[in-house]
Nanobody, 113 residues
């Protein structure tokens, strides 16, 4: 199993970013996928989850309405569209296959003016 996150960077408050996670080594459509994040000095937290065929999504309360998780099973890629970013969203963002204990290297998101 391999997960490669990309799309992070430095963005001003109120800005947007779209993260991508390219997955390989397993039957992608059979597994729910999630995005997690770890902010400096904090525990890793769940951001959002999407079912195998993309028909069900779930979000942490603080991200609901600002973040959108999606997936393209043909490309074995999961995305996280982040809008209205706040400094508190600064973290390393990771994707994960639910049910498989493998993590990617993460992608750094920094929200600062």
């Amino acid at each position: 199993v391999q997960l490669v996150e990309s799309g992070g960077g430095l963005v001003q408050p109120g800005g947007s970013l779209r993260l991508s996670c390219a997955a390989s080594g397993f039957t992608f459509r059979r597994y729910a996928m999630s995005w997690y994040r770890r902010a400096p000095g904090k525990e890793r937290e769940l951001v959002a989850t999407i079912s195998g065929y993309g028909d069900n999504t779930d979000y942490a309360a603080s991200m609901k309405g600002r973040f959108t998780i999606s997936r393209d099973n043909a490309k074995t890629t999961v995305y996280l569209q982040m809008n209205s970013l706040k400094p508190d969203d600064t973290a390393v963002y990771y994707c994960k296959v639910e049910g498989i204990n493998t993590w990617g290297q993460g992608t750094q998101v920094t929200v600062s003016s």
